[in-house]
């Protein structure tokens, strides 16, 4: 079965940029979705399809993918962007989530 | 709009039964791929089960034999049959749905709430 990895937490300064990394074998072939999890909320899709911003989400959101690494890049950290991030691919008629990465702004 | 809204969860015996239940509205369950997504308390996210449009089923290892998804297109209903249940089993359950134009692209766009399934003695 396909396993996606994330690190599980990692802080960023208010007003800088945060990274968030996702990992999987030739994760490029693949379609990577993004969510954000805010805490007691269900989760809400940031980014789909690698770089695709849904709307009423903010431009400051971005993603790519390449290789092994899928990234979602959060611009100008704001308060309200400490959550847990999972990334998502489809493979062999099965919904894999990454492990979650919690962001803490600082 | 587009409103999940799940029912059915509750405390219950290790080895027993459940069966959860989510309404929607704003579209029809049986044209679009419907999906049960649960996290454990103070974990991550865990896919559990999935079923077409044209009504094929698929299920995470962890839960084969004992989960059961199933819909009723006349009450716009999804359904998720719960049995043997454990407690590594706890965890909020979310009825949500899936869009994409092929499948290697689907992903999620609408979740509810969500149900507390607790299994606990």
């Known amino acids: 079965s396909y396993e996606l990895t994330q690190p599980l937490s990692m802080s960023v300064a208010l007003g800088q940029t945060a990274r968030i990394t996702c990992g999987g074998n030739?994760?490029?072939?693949?379609?990577v979705h993004w969510y954000q999890q805010r805490p007691g909320q269900a989760p809400v899709v940031v980014i789909y399809?690698?770089?695709n911003r849904p709307s009423g989400i903010p431009e400051r959101f971005s993603g790519s993918n390449s290789g092994n690494t899928a990234t979602l890049t959060i611009s100008r950290a704001q308060a309200g962007d400490e959550a847990d991030y999972y990334c998502q691919v489809w493979d062999s008629n099965t919904v894999v989530f990454g492990g979650g990465t919690r962001l803490t702004v600082l | 709009e587009v409103q999940l809204v799940e029912s059915g969860g509750g405390l219950v015996q290790p080895g027993g039964s459940l069966r959860l239940s989510c309404a929607a509205s704003g579209f029809a369950v049986r044209s679009n791929y419907m999906s049960w997504v649960r996290q454990a308390p103070g974990k991550g996210l865990e896919w559990v089960s999935i079923i077409y449009s044209g009504g094929s089923t698929y299920y995470a290892d962890s839960v084969k034999g004992r989960f059961t998804i199933s819909r009723d297109n006349s009450k716009n209903a999804l359904y998720l049959q719960i049995h043997s249940l454990r407690a590594d089993d706890t965890a909020m359950y979310y009825c949500?749905?899936?869009?994409?134009?092929?499948?290697?692209?689907?992903?999620?766009?609408?979740w509810g709430q969500g149900t507390l399934v607790t299994v606990s003695s």
């Open positions: 949500t749905s899936l869009t994409g134009q092929f499948l290697e692209w689907l992903w999620i766009d609408y």
């Open positions: 030739n994760i490029r072939s693949k379609n």
């Open positions: 399809r690698d770089d």
